[in-house]
């Protein structure tokens, strides 16, 4: 399978507790997104990477939040002393560079925060 | 900064019925519009795109979109819906020159079978 693989794909935590999720972009991708979705909700920005620079953060990205793209390759995201308003599916999304380009989403890390 | 409104947030519709989703974007430069799609325990696919040109684009499974830009409207047809459309449906939203990509807060279609 040659698209976005997100691990692990569920995660239920205990509040108070770190977690940290891996998203994989398809490989010739420099562009790389983090979304959240909560029930109801379309997917809501977080940030954005062009490689391994982080280029753009939402106000929804609380500074317990972190997200690296180290070799602009596969992407952590980090959530400190997790909260239970953290539960959501988080999604991650690559595609190329360009003015014409779509979104390939992975299949997402359901957080839940107890 | 940009946003989406999907007008639908449920919609149940018979199998053969036809299918109208309304989309509406807030942005006035020029923009790429996407419609996603949602099925049960899968993740985000892409229905259809339209980039520029023809303003009527054709996607997988029937799907059709028209982009009108004096509405700033990207709304999604089927002609004839069948219970394997049952999915969460989303609009999208990116500028040219920008990063992110806005979405819509989503369409939950049921068909009946």
């Known amino acids: 399978d040659t698209g976005v693989s997100q691990n692990p794909r569920h995660k239920i935590t205990k509040r108070g507790q770190n977690v940290t999720f891996r998203c994989d972009p398809i490989?010739?991708?420099?562009?790389l997104y983090w979304y959240r979705q909560t029930l109801g909700q379309g997917p809501e920005f977080l940030t954005y990477?062009?490689?391994?620079?982080?280029?753009?953060k939402s106000r929804l990205l609380s500074d317990r939040f972190s997200a690296e793209r180290p070799k602009g390759s596969f992407s952590t995201l980090e959530t400190q002393r997790t909260e239970q308003g953290d539960s959501a599916m988080y999604l991650c999304a690559s595609s190329l560079e360009g003015g014409a380009t779509e979104a390939f989403f992975g299949q997402g890390t359901r957080l839940t925060v107890v | 900064a940009q946003s989406v409104s999907q007008h639908n947030h449920h919609v149940i519709l018979s199998e053969a019925a036809s299918l109208e989703l309304g989309c509406n974007y807030s942005?006035?430069?020029?923009?790429?519009l996407f419609w996603y799609v949602q099925y049960p325990g899968q993740h985000l696919q892409l229905l259809l795109k339209?980039?520029?040109?023809?303003?009527l684009v054709k996607g997988i499974k029937g799907f059709e979109a028209e982009f009108i830009k004096s509405k700033f409207s990207f709304n999604l047809r089927k002609p004839s819906v069948q219970w394997s459309d049952t999915a969460e449906y989303f609009c999208a939203v990116n500028a040219r020159t920008g990063n992110q990509f806005y979405f819509g807060t989503g369409t939950s279609l049921t068909v009946i079978p």
């Open positions: 942005y006035g430069g020029t923009v790429n």
């Open positions: 339209y980039f520029s040109g023809d303003p």
């Open positions: 490989s010739e991708h420099n562009r």
């Open positions: 990477f062009q490689n391994e620079a982080q280029l753009e």
